[in-house]
């Protein structure tokens, strides 16, 4: 029997600390959560309006059916089970990668613990990797940490920017619309939220007006420490230009504050003239004084072309950190004891692909062009096809891998949704996936401007259901409108 202190359990709702209960995550919210329970009434044969539910909200690749890198897969293969080094079916060099990683592992096994910060070979890859994305800048591999994906990263990061307990809360300034993680771990840390809006009326660019607005505003409740950029964006799919960089970079030097550089879906730039800048190569560029402020950048192989989310693989570079403070990072680091050793593995086959001339490499440029190719024109199609929709306006999908329309919902609708305790677009979207089985996130849950909703939906679908999800959500959307107005 289960010990019970005083009749009653030990941790009850009541008891459970605040930090707790104030973190939210809307990407696993209520509509995933009944997008389930959707799916279990449809197994066991409840008549639905629809025949299965289509979960497009959440960046994961290989659910929607997008087929793994064949180097990535022998590769991990290979480490997982050696004895596969025994079969001819496998190209050399991705024997000769899997004996590489094996031999650096404690008793040439993933099964082994790595030093916490991860393997040496695969942080030197990394390294390598960065140096050529940012035109020969040096990369020091002792300023690499592999995580358990990007967000392992970012919470380590943001733990050590926290201020004391007896001390003003520590600041971070986070986009608004941002990616839950942040507003999440802020409540779970007990900081505080300072909220920068991107401007949805200019491709949800970022204005330094906007960003001192909200620091000024902030100085009465907490001490800033950081600024948060998603770029490309989640949810809202942007590209930030060069010199908007620029000017982000001055401005967060002038105010002392480290850049968390969340940089994951750095490979996925769709639009035309737009390209990826990492913030480490536009501050080294604009010279000293600005070569010198403290960056975290974040990466993953959960997005880009790879789409390995079950890898559970990341790593953050950190830039301009103080000796003595990496110092405590590397201790912070080492409670965690170290990240996936499979999903090192995996890191390693992206930022140490097959080369020109190497049995693998054809293979895998074409499936990673493959996979870029698809992403880019699925991006062009969600576009055209939301802004077709009546009361439906989106701004082009630039990259990332997802789009981020706003909706009109009357105003009947918006004042049944707040007399039953919810947002207007939580409201419209479990009837959304009640009638239709489309299951997106409801852009309540990434903040958004007051008197706006929005909802993010992914590209990642194959073309076709892409296709057919919209012109359900179109039926939709054209029906609620009239049944609310």
Same mark, same amino acid.
């Given at each position: 029997?289960?010990?019970?202190?005083?009749?009653?359990?030990?941790?009850?709702?009541?008891?459970?600390?605040?930090?707790?209960?104030?973190?939210?995550?809307?990407?696993?919210?209520?509509?995933?959560?009944?997008?389930?329970?959707?799916?279990?009434?449809?197994?066991?044969?409840?008549?639905?309006?629809?025949?299965?539910?289509?979960?497009?909200?959440?960046?994961?690749?290989?659910?929607?059916?997008?087929?793994?890198?064949?180097?990535?897969?022998?590769?991990?293969?290979?480490?997982?089970?050696?004895?596969?080094?025994?079969?001819?079916?496998?190209?050399?060099?991705?024997?000769?990668?899997?004996?590489?990683?094996?031999?650096?592992?404690?008793?040439?096994?993933?099964?082994?613990?790595?030093?916490?910060?991860?393997?040496?070979?695969?942080?030197?890859?990394?390294?390598?990797?960065?140096?050529?994305?940012?035109?020969?800048?040096?990369?020091?591999?002792?300023?690499?940490?592999?995580?358990?994906?990007?967000?392992?990263?970012?919470?380590?990061?943001?733990?050590?920017?926290?201020?004391?307990?007896?001390?003003?809360?520590?600041?971070?300034?986070?986009?608004?619309?941002?990616?839950?993680?942040?507003s999440a771990t802020i409540s779970e840390y007990n900081a505080e939220k300072i909220g920068y809006y991107l401007d949805e009326d200019n491709n949800w660019s970022l204005s330094i007006e906007e960003l001192e607005r909200s620091y000024q505003e902030s100085l009465k409740r907490c001490q800033p420490k950081a600024i948060c950029?998603?770029?490309?964006?989640?949810?809202? /799919?942007?590209?930030? !230009? *060069?010199?908007?960089?620029? @000017?982000? +970079?001055?401005?967060?030097?002038? $105010?002392?504050?480290?850049?968390?550089?969340?940089?994951?879906?750095?490979?996925?730039?769709?639009?035309?003239?737009?390209?990826?800048?990492?913030?480490?190569?536009?501050?080294?560029?604009?010279?000293?004084?600005?070569?010198?402020?403290?960056?975290?950048?974040?990466?993953?192989?959960?997005?880009?072309?790879?789409?390995?989310?079950?890898?559970?693989?990341?790593?953050?570079?950190?830039?301009?950190?103080?000796?003595?403070?990496?110092?405590?990072?590397?201790?912070?680091?080492?409670?965690?004891?170290?990240?996936?050793?499979?999903?090192?593995?995996?890191?390693?086959?992206?930022?140490?692909?097959?080369?020109?001339?190497?049995?693998?490499?054809?293979?895998?440029?074409?499936?990673?062009? /493959?996979?870029?190719? !698809? *992403?880019?024109?699925?991006? @062009?199609? +969600?576009?055209?096809?939301?802004? $077709?929709?009546?009361?439906?306006?989106?701004?082009?999908?630039?990259?990332?891998?997802?789009?981020?329309?706003?909706?009109?919902?009357?105003?009947?609708?918006?004042?049944?949704?707040?007399?039953?305790?919810?947002?207007?677009?939580?409201?419209?979207?479990?009837?959304?996936?009640?009638?239709?089985?489309?299951?997106?996130?409801?852009?309540?849950?990434?903040?958004?401007?007051?008197?706006?909703?929005?909802?993010?939906?992914?590209?990642?679908?194959?073309?076709?259901?892409?296709?057919?999800?919209?012109?359900?959500?179109?039926?939709?959307?054209?029906?609620?409108?009239?049944?609310?107005?």
């Open positions: 029997m289960m010990y019970k202190a005083n009749g009653n359990h030990c941790l009850t709702i009541n008891s459970l600390s605040s930090t707790v209960k104030n973190v939210q995550y809307a990407v696993r919210g209520k509509v995933v959560i009944r997008a389930a329970e959707l799916e279990k009434e449809l197994k066991n044969g409840v008549s639905k309006p629809f025949e299965r539910v289509i979960r497009a909200n959440i960046g994961d690749c290989h659910a929607t059916g997008q087929k793994p890198i064949t180097f990535l897969r022998q590769v991990m293969a290979i480490c997982a089970y050696p004895d596969l080094l025994e079969i001819s079916d496998f190209p050399q060099d991705a024997k000769e990668k899997a004996k590489e990683l094996l031999n650096a592992c404690g008793g040439g096994s993933v099964g082994a613990y790595t030093d916490s910060a991860g393997l040496d070979i695969v942080r030197k890859h990394i390294a390598e990797f960065i140096k050529n994305r940012d035109a020969g800048i040096s990369c020091d591999p002792d300023n690499i940490f592999l995580t358990t994906g990007a967000s392992g990263g970012i919470k380590i990061m943001m733990e050590m920017l926290l201020n004391g307990p007896n001390e003003t809360p520590a600041g971070f300034m986070i986009p608004i619309p941002q990616y839950p993680l942040y950029i998603i770029n490309p964006g989640n949810p809202t /799919g942007q590209v930030l !230009s *060069l010199e908007n960089m620029q @000017q982000i +970079v001055k401005w967060a030097y002038d $105010k002392r504050l480290f850049i968390l550089a969340d940089e994951v879906y750095q490979d996925n730039v769709y639009a035309e003239g737009m390209k990826f800048h990492s913030f480490k190569k536009v501050a080294a560029e604009l010279g000293y004084p600005y070569s010198q402020i403290e960056i975290a950048s974040f990466y993953s192989t959960s997005k880009g072309f790879m789409g390995e989310c079950g890898a559970r693989a990341g790593y953050f570079e950190v830039v301009n950190m103080d000796e003595d403070v990496k110092a405590e990072l590397k201790k912070l680091s080492s409670a965690q004891l170290c990240s996936s050793v499979l999903g090192q593995v995996c890191m390693d086959t992206i930022v140490s692909p097959p080369k020109p001339g190497e049995p693998s490499y054809e293979l895998f440029i074409k499936e990673k062009q /493959g996979v870029l190719n !698809s *992403l880019k024109e699925k991006a @062009q199609l +969600v576009t055209e096809l939301l802004n $077709k929709i009546e009361g439906v306006k989106c701004n082009p999908v630039q990259g990332a891998m997802y789009a981020f329309p706003q909706i009109t919902i009357p105003p009947k609708a918006i004042q049944h949704a707040k007399e039953n305790g919810m947002e207007p677009d939580m409201f419209y979207c479990l009837e959304l996936i009640n009638q239709t089985g489309i299951c997106v996130v409801p852009g309540s849950g990434f903040h958004q401007r007051p008197g706006t909703y929005h909802f993010r939906t992914t590209i990642l679908p194959p073309t076709d259901q892409i296709k057919s999800l919209l012109s359900k959500f179109e039926k939709f959307h054209v029906r609620f409108l009239k049944e609310w107005s």
